[in-house]
């Protein structure tokens, strides 16, 4: 069983900068890959970006890359993302999630944290 926190979520201004945290409890969670998802209002959850349980793999949506960064520190037991020139199509909640081996089907993922939003203003 992994517990999932998110943090960071906020307001900002289009190209402005936000970075979020997803902190995990249990002793496995360096094994596990995470991954980051986004639902906005009255739409699907998509993948935003993941890494590996190493922190050596990621795979980020096409979307978001040049712009966010996924990262791990694995003695902290906490995955971050970096989120640079946000634009307003951004704005949704932000949900991390693991399992295994990543991939970017939501369905895939047993453990979800609750959630942080963040709002983009144009």
């Known amino acids: 069983q992994v517990q999932l926190v998110e943090s960071g979520g906020g307001l900002v201004q289009a190209g402005g900068s936000l970075r979020l945290s997803c902190a995990a409890s249990g002793r496995t969670f360096s094994s596990y890959a995470v991954a980051w998802f986004r639902q906005a209002a009255g739409k699907e959850r998509d993948f935003v970006a993941a890494?590996?349980?190493?922190?050596?793999?990621?795979s980020y949506a096409d979307s978001v890359k040049g712009r966010f960064t996924i990262s791990r520190d694995n003695a902290k037991n906490t995955v971050y993302l970096q989120m640079n020139s946000l634009e307003p199509e951004d704005t949704a909640v932000y949900y991390c999630?693991?399992?295994?081996?990543?991939?970017?089907?939501?369905?895939?993922?047993?453990?979800w944290g609750q959630g942080t939003q963040v709002t983009v203003s144009s």
């Open positions: 890494i590996s349980w190493s922190g050596i793999g990621s």
């Open positions: 999630a693991v399992r295994t081996n990543y991939n970017n089907s939501p369905a895939d993922y047993p453990y």
